[in-house]
């Protein structure tokens, strides 16, 4: 069977490659401090030495749009390319390929249907930011076979965020049930308090400091029950108008699991948002 | 009103790189032209498979019309939408971020619930 070595969620910020990359006056103030947490972060991967990725991330209008609009999606091809003209022009992000993992996907969508989620799934996924800044900040090599899955932070309206944490506790579920003897890392990127477009946006810090501290102490303690009692799609609105990206990280918490305190918690707080990072190793930190 | 139609400019906009550069030169010109010949189209047809009833209101194309993002986000525009593609025509013309704080400082008056953006 397959064995789950790490759970990982982690802002995607699109700007950590410029930025970590930039020299001279190019280079933010903030750049250091950022290249060393994410090198910290990265080794918590590394240490598992994982197999296959499992990648959850949600598309920003690239690929999925509004005359056909999936909830949760499982991308099943032997190959992903990745990012699209316009990460490419706003965030210098450079276009990429990973290899998929179909077998895993397959088991993933057959299972996922008769566990009750009707997941849709693509056979030619094009992957963007949300999946590719988690590649280059963890793994930048990009050697290791992923499943892509998408869910719906973005255009409303929004599956309720119970049914994110219900969807992790099932990718869970579904990777250990794989039976291939492969060590899976489960990956999901999501946002705290986040304004994009609006009055809040591009701040001293992110929108909602306080939603944030919240944020980051329900992540690291899994304190799942408390989240979803203060979550809602309503109250997602007040820390800033993309916040409903937070999801994401619900849904990681349920891979994680309930009361399960992350091993490796992290943060940095910079203009316009603040990143967060956590990994959970579920058999027992690797030495 | 339409927000889809909204979005499907913005959104079929944005990932063109010479609508982009025409939409930035020419506003009134290239949203006229746009809802002549794009707004019906099916984007997920190779041939002509259009759509009969797409169309702005007269505010909605003025509000295109004039690059006036904070109207299409009181309309419910997608604001990642409209932020993304007024970023790739307007950044260049300012210093590093003075772009995007100045989108915001506009819409400082606007208060909480924003116009939902649900379509």
């Keep these: ?287 | 009103m339409s927000k889809y139609l909204l979005d499907k400019f913005l959104f079929t906009v944005d990932r063109d790189p010479a609508l982009v550069e025409r939409y930035r030169e020419d506003p009134v010109a290239t949203v006229d032209w746009w809802e002549r010949e794009v707004a019906n189209k099916l984007l997920n047809a190779t041939v002509t498979e259009d759509s009969t009833w797409l169309e702005f209101s007269e505010k909605e194309r003025t509000a295109l019309r004039e690059h006036d993002h904070v109207t299409l986000f009181q309309m419910g525009a997608h604001p990642f939408l409209t932020l993304t593609l007024f970023i790739a025509m307007f950044e260049r013309d300012h210093g590093p971020l003075e772009y995007q704080k100045a989108y915001g400082a506009v819409m400082a008056h606007l208060t909480l619930p924003y116009p939902d953006i649900t379509t």
């Design chain 1, 1 to 287: 069977m397959a064995e789950v070595v790490a759970v990982i969620a982690s802002t995607h910020h699109p700007f950590y490659l410029r930025a970590s990359t930039s020299t001279g006056a190019d280079r933010p103030p903030f750049a250091d401090e950022w290249v060393s947490k994410i090198e910290t972060f990265r080794e918590t991967l590394t240490k598992a030495r994982p197999d296959v990725l499992v990648m959850v991330g949600s598309d920003h209008f690239h690929q999925l749009w509004l005359d056909n609009m999936p909830q949760f999606l499982v991308g099943k091809a032997p190959y992903f390319d990745a990012n699209w003209y316009n990460e490419e022009r706003e965030f210098g992000l450079p276009k990429m390929r990973l290899q998929g993992q179909e077998d895993l996907s397959a088991h993933i969508l057959r299972h996922g249907l008769d566990a009750d989620f009707d997941l849709a799934f693509s056979n030619e996924l094009r992957i963007d930011h949300s999946i590719t800044c988690p590649i280059i900040t963890l793994r930048p090599e990009a050697d290791l076979p992923i499943v892509p899955i998408y869910t719906n932070i973005f255009a409303p309206p929004l599956p309720q965020p119970k049914r994110f944490v219900q969807l992790g506790r099932t990718i869970r579920q579904l990777v250990e049930s794989w039976p291939e003897n492969l060590r899976v890392a489960i990956i999901g990127t999501g946002h705290l308090s986040l304004e994009l477009g609006g009055p809040r946006q591009f701040g001293e810090h992110g929108p909602d400091p306080e939603f944030d501290r919240l944020a980051v102490e329900w992540i690291a303690n899994g304190d799942i029950e408390k989240c979803l009692g203060e979550v809602t799609l309503e109250s997602l609105h007040l820390p800033g108008n993309a916040t409903h990206g937070f999801m994401d990280f619900m849904l990681m918490m349920g891979v994680a699991g309930e009361g399960v305190r992350a091993d490796h918690v992290d943060s940095l707080d910079l203009f316009h948002t603040m990143e967060a990072y956590f990994t959970w190793y579920p058999n027992g930190a690797p030495a």
